[in-house]
């Protein structure tokens, strides 16, 4: 009995040195950072990113690029997740690769968080300047207080250069222009290391005399004012009123070579510009919706009708950041992300252009393995099995217009 216990014991410990050098050799890349992990439901649900553009791939230190879009607030935003009424808008990256230079919501600065509209859908413009050399994968990000972050796609963009070379100039109102990258460092430095120098020191001071046995032994033995000499008085009253007097006048000295100061400039800012988004003409009804467990589609059964004036073909369904197109009507000139992208992903059961005034029922199947590698067929383990997407229609002189769907997404098992 002994010897099996030992035994299983001896190869419980190979296997956990085996399992410990697998993980420590297993080492994939991330290909998407953060987002995947996130519930199906609430991606498909929340904040809808689309005509994303992304300036440049590759970038030198110094050199700014911009992130541009669109992102709509879907109505039917999950209870789970706060209001978006105090939303940041946000750029997912490794820390500072970019500085964000600056970011736009409808036109207007946005450093500061923002009020959100359900239903609404917005433009947005983010500045970012290149700092660190390396491939970093860049994504549009809202952040929801209350709810957390809503990551929208991300980008492979190489920064080339040296980082010694990143410069952050600014000019203050004072007219002076400094170098935030590296502004008021020494300062922050020297006041540090100077207090803590006279921390040491009031130490030293103590630690040049035995400092535990001998010192307990004589206040236990009722001598503990003999521990202190009339000099220790003085060294302290020295300390204290040095201290105060170094306090008072480096805030005076401060104050003279800083003489115009703000407090931080914080607060919500409300009334954000939305886009006056056209009512669309195309009217669409989610008859049902499913998707195969396991597999890498959905299928949507679609009532559409054309309301306008030209005929309409659907050209892509977005949901969750995977755009599923079919080529046939529209093929992606931006450069959008390979992996969240299905060229052909996008199959409708009869895609002639549809004229004004028509309707017609369409199988709609979206399919990629992109519906698996995001995830989003983990749709499975979320407690709202609910879809939301976008469609875009593509008129016959090229317009594109867009129709949110919304429905129920029911699984089907094998
Ligand atoms: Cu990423």
Same mark, same amino acid.
């Given at each position: 009995m002994?010897?099996?216990?030992?035994?299983?014991a001896?190869l419980?410990?190979?296997g956990v040195?085996?399992?410990?050098?697998a993980?420590?050799?297993?080492a994939?890349?991330?290909a998407?950072?953060?987002?995947?992990?996130?519930?199906a439901?609430m991606?498909?649900r929340?904040?809808?990113w689309?005509?994303l553009?992304?300036?440049?791939?590759?970038v030198?230190?110094n050199?700014?690029m911009?992130?541009?879009?669109k992102?709509h607030?879907f109505k039917?935003?999950?209870?789970?997740?706060d209001l978006?009424e105090?939303?940041?808008l946000?750029?997912?990256?490794?820390?500072?690769?970019f500085?964000?230079?600056?970011?736009?919501i409808?036109?207007?600065?946005?450093?500061?968080?923002?009020?959100l509209e359900l239903?609404?859908?917005?433009?947005f413009?983010?500045?970012l300047?290149?700092?660190?050399p390396g491939d970093?994968?860049?994504h549009?990000?809202?952040?929801v207080?209350g709810?957390?972050p809503i990551?929208?796609p991300g980008?492979?963009?190489t920064?080339?250069g040296?980082?010694k070379d990143?410069?952050?100039?600014i000019?203050?109102?004072t007219?002076?222009?400094?170098?935030?990258?590296?502004y008021?460092i020494?300062?922050?430095?020297?006041w540090?290391?100077?207090?803590?120098?006279?921390?040491?020191a009031?130490?030293?001071?103590?630690?040049?005399?035995?400092?535990f046995?001998?010192?307990?032994?004589?206040?236990e033995a009722?001598?503990a004012?003999t521990l202190?000499t009339p000099?220790d008085?003085?060294?302290g009253?020295?300390?204290a009123?040095?201290?105060?007097?170094?306090?008072?006048?480096t805030?005076?000295?401060?104050?003279?070579?800083?003489?115009?100061t703000?407090?931080l400039?914080a607060?919500?800012?409300?009334?954000?510009?939305?886009i006056?988004?056209?009512?669309?003409t195309?009217a669409?009804?989610?008859?049902d919706?499913?998707?195969?467990v396991?597999g890498?589609?959905m299928?949507m059964?679609?009532t559409? $009708?054309?309301?306008?004036d030209s005929a309409v073909?659907? =050209?892509?369904?977005n #949901?969750a950041? !995977?755009r599923f197109?079919d080529? %046939?009507?529209?093929?992606?000139?931006?450069?959008?992300p390979?992996d969240?992208?299905a060229?052909?992903?996008? $199959?409708?059961?009869?895609?002639s252009?549809?004229?004004p =005034?028509q309707?017609? #029922?369409?199988? !709609?199947?979206?399919s990629d393995? %992109?519906?698996?590698?995001y995830?989003?067929?983990?749709l499975?383990?979320?407690?709202?099995s609910r879809?939301?997407g976008?469609?875009?229609?593509?008129d016959e002189?090229?317009?594109?217009?867009?129709v949110?769907?919304?429905a129920?997404?029911?699984?089907s098992f094998?």
């Amino acid at each position: 009995m002994k010897m099996i216990k030992d035994k299983i014991a001896k190869l419980s410990f190979v296997g956990v040195l085996v399992g410990v050098t697998a993980a420590m050799f297993y080492a994939p890349t991330a290909a998407a950072h953060g987002e995947k992990s996130q519930a199906a439901f609430m991606r498909m649900r929340t904040i809808h990113w689309y005509d994303l553009n992304w300036s440049k791939d590759t970038v030198a230190v110094n050199d700014t690029m911009t992130v541009t879009g669109k992102f709509h607030v879907f109505k039917g935003w999950p209870e789970t997740v706060d209001l978006p009424e105090s939303s940041f808008l946000n750029i997912g990256t490794p820390g500072p690769v970019f500085i964000r230079a600056g970011s736009w919501i409808g036109g207007q600065l946005v450093p500061r968080s923002c009020s959100l509209e359900l239903g609404e859908t917005y433009e947005f413009k983010v500045l970012l300047k290149a700092r660190r050399p390396g491939d970093w994968h860049v994504h549009s990000m809202m952040n929801v207080k209350g709810g957390g972050p809503i990551i929208g796609p991300g980008k492979w963009v190489t920064i080339t250069g040296s980082m010694k070379d990143f410069k952050n100039p600014i000019t203050t109102l004072t007219g002076v222009t400094v170098d935030l990258e590296n502004y008021n460092i020494d300062n922050i430095y020297f006041w540090h290391a100077f207090w803590y120098a006279i921390g040491l020191a009031w130490m030293v001071y103590w630690m040049r005399k035995p400092i535990f046995i001998p010192r307990l032994i004589a206040v236990e033995a009722g001598k503990a004012d003999t521990l202190i000499t009339p000099t220790d008085k003085k060294v302290g009253i020295a300390f204290a009123v040095g201290t105060m007097a170094i306090v008072a006048a480096t805030m005076a000295s401060t104050n003279a070579a800083y003489p115009i100061t703000t407090p931080l400039q914080a607060g919500l800012l409300r009334g954000m510009k939305p886009i006056e988004m056209p009512a669309p003409t195309v009217a669409v009804k989610v008859d049902d919706a499913t998707y195969r467990v396991p597999g890498r589609a959905m299928q949507m059964t679609l009532t559409v $009708t054309n309301n306008g004036d030209s005929a309409v073909r659907l =050209g892509e369904f977005n #949901t969750a950041g !995977v755009r599923f197109l079919d080529p %046939a009507v529209h093929e992606d000139e931006t450069g959008y992300p390979d992996d969240l992208l299905a060229e052909e992903g996008l $199959t409708v059961s009869d895609n002639s252009p549809l004229a004004p =005034g028509q309707t017609r #029922t369409y199988q !709609v199947t979206a399919s990629d393995a %992109a519906w698996e590698v995001y995830r989003l067929a983990d749709l499975i383990y979320d407690p709202d099995s609910r879809f939301a997407g976008l469609l875009f229609f593509t008129d016959e002189s090229g317009n594109r217009q867009m129709v949110t769907v919304d429905a129920p997404l029911i699984p089907s098992f094998i």
